[in-house]
């Protein structure tokens, strides 16, 4: 049954991977009281396994998330109980509630919207503004759930967008401004939506590695969620791991060129190599054939850089948290899992590397990182 009261927190995206960040922090938060509420959590797709989760989302108690790792020097395994999700909704079938409590009671939006989630879908129109079916593409979506409220009279909300995309608050800001011009929306709305709301860019930082059935996850120990200070902002909770900061890039920089490019420099010499279905990051590590290119690229295709932004010691000091991270003897974090989406993903953690370095001059070689690019040997 679901929970009748408003939550103040909605939250696009079930993946384990919020599960086992946001909606964890939210939890903890609550226990704490330094959070704004509970969370409605949205599901965008529908199928039988999608549902199935849904059903679970709903049972009272919670879901568990197993920490597993070292930290401070110690082993850690433990299991963490989950509360702050009290309603799952899914967008098909639950769409017009979801525009009812957007126009009402949520205060802050969330998204996860996974590697294709920002993407446009030419079935979307202006048509679906008043109607009981639910856009295609989240962006739409959006843009539909902000127009009703702004309809009611509601303040303006915040946004957090959780997506590994650089500056994602200032590209969905941007992306649903242009959906609103393309409908030829009112200029009022238009401006509540450029002005009045708080899209918010952030950075999220843990490896969760695995799901637990039906819904739960397996995380690290380690978890940073920074956010990038905005006027009238308003937090979904206050945490020791959540970072309110004037300075988003240097975290980005260190997240995206050391530990996302490891991740996908390792799966791209597992994919020329046809390595076997389950080899984990933890095993890649172990074998030199791996591990030695891997540290090469670091050394001398990336550090190098950072020691050219004043960055040197802080960058340093990060790779070898990533370094223990990857070693993590508790998690199987399986490859074939980070390759999903392995071209999209070259794009993003080589590209703006490479064309930083060549900014900055460097003359740097960085053979490996531009032959990854062109998918050639080496």
Known sequence: MLNPVLNPILQFGTSRFLQAHADLFISEALESGTALGTVTIVQNTDNPQSARRIDAFRQPGGFPVRIRGWQDGAAVDQERRVVSVTQA???????????AEVASGVQVILSNTGDAGYALSPEDHAGLLDGD???QSFP??????????FLCGAAPISIFPCELVANNGTVLRELVLQLARAWKLASAFVAWLAEGCVWVNSLVDRIVSEPLDPIGAVAEPYALWAIEAQPGMLLPCRHPQLVVTDSLELYERRKLFLLNLGHTFLAEQWLAAGGPDDLT????MADPSMREPLESVWAEEVLPLFAALGEAQASCDYLQQVRDRFNNPFLAHRLADIAQNHGQKKQRRFGPLLALAEQLGLGLPQRRLRAAMEGVAA
Do not use: E, S, Y
């Open 89 to 99: 909704l899914q967008t098909n079938r639950d769409w017009p509630r979801i525009r």
């Open 281 to 284: 990051v933890l095993q890649a």
């Open 140 to 149: 739409a979506k959006l843009l539909v759930l902000l127009h009703g409220r």
């Open 133 to 135: 079916v639910a856009p």
